[in-house]
């Protein structure tokens, strides 16, 4: 019913930047929270970057500084922005949005299908 769409991975150099965006579509009313996920290999998913139910950011301290959030929310829309990139930053990267959908009265939750970030020389 709804669908999260990655984009933007790729391969990039230390030092560089990379923006992944994430869009939405479906039965949309409102996005209430959306946030970043990573897997980097052999390790479980972890937080990167997430907007509150409150509309404040959380970061993980590996990338604080480094990372930015964003969203777009007449295009259903999230982003993140990824500068002075490392390669331990390799993983593969998910969105994750919580939906309001039009025929209903709760949230969900809802995963992108990850996409590929490799940094290295």
């Known amino acids: 019913q709804v669908q999260l769409v990655e984009s933007g991975g790729g391969l990039v150099q230390p030092g560089g930047s990379l923006r992944l965006s994430c869009a939405a579509s479906?039965?949309?009313?409102?996005?209430?929270?959306m946030g970043w996920y990573r897997q980097r290999p052999g390790n479980q998913r972890e937080l990167v970057a997430a907007?509150?139910?409150?509309?404040?950011?959380n970061y993980a301290d590996s990338v604080k500084g480094r990372f930015i959030i964003s969203r777009d929310n007449a295009k259903n829309t999230g982003y993140l922005q990824m500068n002075s990139l490392k390669v331990e930053d390799t993983a593969v990267y998910y969105c994750?949005?919580?939906?309001?959908?039009?025929?209903?009265?709760?949230?969900?939750?809802?995963w992108g299908q990850g996409t590929q970030v490799t940094v290295s020389s």
């Open positions: 994750n949005a919580d939906v309001y959908l039009t025929s209903g009265s709760y949230p969900s939750k809802y």
């Open positions: 479906g039965s949309i009313s409102s996005i209430n929270a």
């Open positions: 907007f509150t139910s409150g509309g404040s950011t």
